[in-house]
């Protein structure tokens, strides 16, 4: 067996180089990924950078597995966004054309367009993704 596969060197990173399989497990990830971002950052050159990679989508297993993201329409986002920021559809003209298009959007009588997905994502400082 080659000397990186020997079992004694496995188990000594696989509590962390491991798809967690339970809540605790995870946890554990979660402590040592802030960790990592902590020290590594932004730095893609640091030597560590790899290892918080890694460590992201492994715990990215277990949270689709465990939390499942749900389907909402871009109307959906929309909703949430406008509530949360106490906005009404005359608050998003700019962005999406006279109040009665707004709410047509919100009641899925009309979808965003693109122009419209773009104007809101910047407005909201969100990917334009989360309306599609």
Known sequence: MSELLEEARWRGVEDFLSVPHTEAEYDNAVVLLNELIDTVGDDE????????????????VYEKAHYPMPEVSGAD???????????????????????DDVLEILNGLRDLNPQQILAISRRFHILQDVFL
């Open 77 to 99: 986002v929309l909703a949430y966004l406008m509530e949360e920021h106490g906005l009404k559809p005359v608050d998003l003209v700019e962005e999406l054309g006279k109040p």
């Open 45 to 60: 050159t640091h030597p560590l950078a790899g290892l918080m990679e890694t460590l992201g989508t492994l715990m990215e």
